[in-house]
DNA sequence: AAAATAAAAACGAACGTTCGTTCGTTTTCA
DNA sequence: TGAAAACGAACGAACGTTCGTTTTTATTTT
């Protein structure tokens, strides 16, 4: 009897998730060359050599979650969902809900920084070719559909609009535990959203 | 005879600072753990033991880096130099000499972030008390003596424009080898400089 | 100016530990 | 009953650091 390869349904990868799961928590925690298969093995309840069972290296459990666990999939739908008929309101509305949905991750940027450190961004290259087609109509149809915005190239506006993210949140890290970080305004991101609609220049009377 | 210890010029500290340079690069080029004490040794053209004589370990030769590269110290003089009438031009100018600045050290973004990613950011934490005061009077400055300056606090000030240097050398990052690098304008960062100035709304007619 | 001397720097083998991975075996599951 | 999963000891390699020694350097004494 040749032995076919069927497609079963695989109970046995909870275990797959639970051990990225782990990975992602020590990762986020201590970095990646940091953080030992042991450590991982620890964490997950698992014997350190059935890792090698889903994973077959370190790197791909990195891999992995870097593909899995990208907030980008939480995030597209809110900003399609998020409402305003001005640019304005819109922008302000999809900016509160980011915000608030990457506060549920808040260390998500991190990812983000071991790529960057440890891998060169070779695997966020690899599949940013996948995301930005999808992402970029959506902001080339709020380009369209609110007509206060200025004639912005869409790419520029895309990354524009993701650094405000960005630098809100590593002036954050940068900041905290600092005295300066004290003198942060309460409304901070509040403002830094204003800065980003209107600009820092006063207009001409 | 009671040895007196003396505070001699101390010639030997070239190597120190041969050290610190190969341990840089090879930081930059592969991350902190990634990088052996070997390596470092080999690069400086030195015996591994050898090092230990001008570094108690490892972690202090990250340290003396963050403190000594970091960029701040070269940025600041460029801030208090660039020139212009109106807060647009100054900010233009003084964005332009950043970006030219920066480009001679291209990686100097990484150094944050294995800081973040490697000792969460305590070492940048400990001497941003130090940077900030220096930092914050040449922002209020620059508010009182241009006129068109929209009233923001300082701070906020600060933040956004180190954050528009920040969200612009990370998306070159993560898109760098990516086809989606072909779409972006040749002009990116005057059209991000741009958006700061005057945000990305139309003004009412 | 030369010689003596002590401190600083360089050396590289060696230490103990930990790393990622492998492997033969047992257990669990379908 | 055969495949998938779990196990944990074992492997060789590489890690950061230490140590006793030699070499270099700078200073002090002749």
Redo the contacts with the bound molecule.
Sequence with gaps: MP?K??E?P???????L?IEKAAYELFMEQG??????????ERA????????????????IFKAIIIDRHPYKRILPLILAAEGDTAEEFIHNSAQALVSELGKQPDFLKLMFIEIVEFDAQHVNLFMDEIVPQILPVFEKVAKVRKNLRNLHPVILLRSFLGMFFSYYIMELLLKGSAVAMLLPKNSFEQIVDIYLHGVIKESK
């Design positions: 032995a390869t069927k079963v695989k109970k046995g990868d909870v275990t797959r639970t990646y060359h940091a953080t030992s298969m042991r450590q991982i093995s309840k698992l014997a350190l050599g059935g890792i090698y069972n889903h994973f077959s290296n370190k790197e791909e």
